[in-house]
């Protein structure tokens, strides 16, 4: 068989095609990742609070982030059901699941700016919050807390609070949380009660 020139490798229509498609599924992931690092931190014992103002101004952009995440997860999640090994009932669960946790995940990406800010050009700062309840046990991740109003789900406590302090604080009682940060949110170091 005899040729004079042959094409190697894929044609440019293939590389498009497999490189947009690549970038589709790659970005999504990528926005779940960036949705999972604010948790991380609460996970490793870094108590992030965002600050009222951060959250009052941000609540509708954390929301529409939130939904659109959630109704793309459920996607990628029936893109990928074939190469997952398991049965049917628990492929049924987690694309069922798929759209809360996406939710979830996409509505913790605004808090990713205000986290890094207050790592890279935070400084000692105070802000104050109200708590919404102190008598709570907590859970195993969590325990001695104080719960506080108007802020999202798993970044609204502080752990390991002493029980005397507990005792003494009520709901609708302000607090100054004390660490590194500014005005966008702080990492828990010391509570302060205002008279």
């Known amino acids: 068989m005899a040729f004079d020139e042959v094409f190697v490798g894929d044609s440019k229509e293939q590389v498009k095609q497999w490189s947009l498609g690549k970038v589709i599924r790659i970005l999504p992931a990528i926005w779940l990742f960036l949705g ?6 609460a996970m490793i014992g870094y108590e992030f609070l965002p600050s009222i103002e951060w959250t009052a101004r941000n609540n509708i952009l954390g929301v529409i982030s939130g939904l659109v995440t959630a109704v793309s997860v459920p996607w990628l999640v029936l893109d990928g059901l074939n190469r997952v090994p398991g049965g049917e009932v628990k492929k049924f669960f987690g694309l069922l699941c798929s759209p809360l946790l996406g939710y979830f995940l996409g509505k913790n990406v605004i808090l990713l700016g205000p986290m890094l800010l207050a790592l890279i050009a935070g400084h000692q700062v105070e802000l104050p919050f109200t708590v919404q309840h102190a008598d709570r046990s907590g859970s195993r991740g969590c325990r001695s807390k104080i719960e506080f109003q108007e802020l999202p789900f798993l970044f609204n406590r502080i752990c390991g609070v002493p029980a ?7 709901p609708g009682r302000r607090i ?12 828990a170091d010391k509570l302060r009660l205002i008279d």
């Open 36 to 41: 999972a690092l604010p948790l991380s931190s």
């Open 164 to 170: 005397d302090v507990r005792q003494v604080v009520g």
């Open 176 to 187: 100054i949380v004390i660490g590194r940060g500014n005005r966008f949110g702080v990492y």
